[in-house]
């Protein structure tokens, strides 16, 4: 246990940050597997939008620094890779 006051703060903070960072990863997870989901499905028109709605997430999440910015540049380059060679089918 920290027995300087500002080290007992500091772990209070850090618990809020955690369990708020868990909670956006998670969002985010569920939303891909959402994408993905449509993707398998082939339906387009569904999926461009929630594409559009998880591109947004992502940069916010790589902007706070939940995620890192290349993950999320990688995560939105492979999954519009899959929807481009969908629409081109």
């Known amino acids: 246990m920290p027995s300087r006051k500002a080290a007992v703060k500091k772990l209070r903070s850090d618990a809020k940050k955690a ?3 868990k909670r956006a990863i998670s969002k985010l997870r569920s939303e891909i597997k959402k994408v993905e989901k449509l993707i398998e499905e082939k339906k387009i ?3 461009k939008s929630a594409l559009q709605h998880l591109v947004s997430h992502l940069d916010k999440t790589s ?3 939940n995620i890192h910015r290349n993950a999320a540049a990688r995560k939105v380059s492979r999954l519009m890779r899959r929807v481009n060679k969908l629409s081109v089918s």
Do not use: F, T
Request: proline content about 0%; overall charge negative.
């Open 63 to 65: 902007a706070r620094g």
């Open 45 to 47: 028109d569904e999926l």
């Open 19 to 21: 369990v708020y960072n």
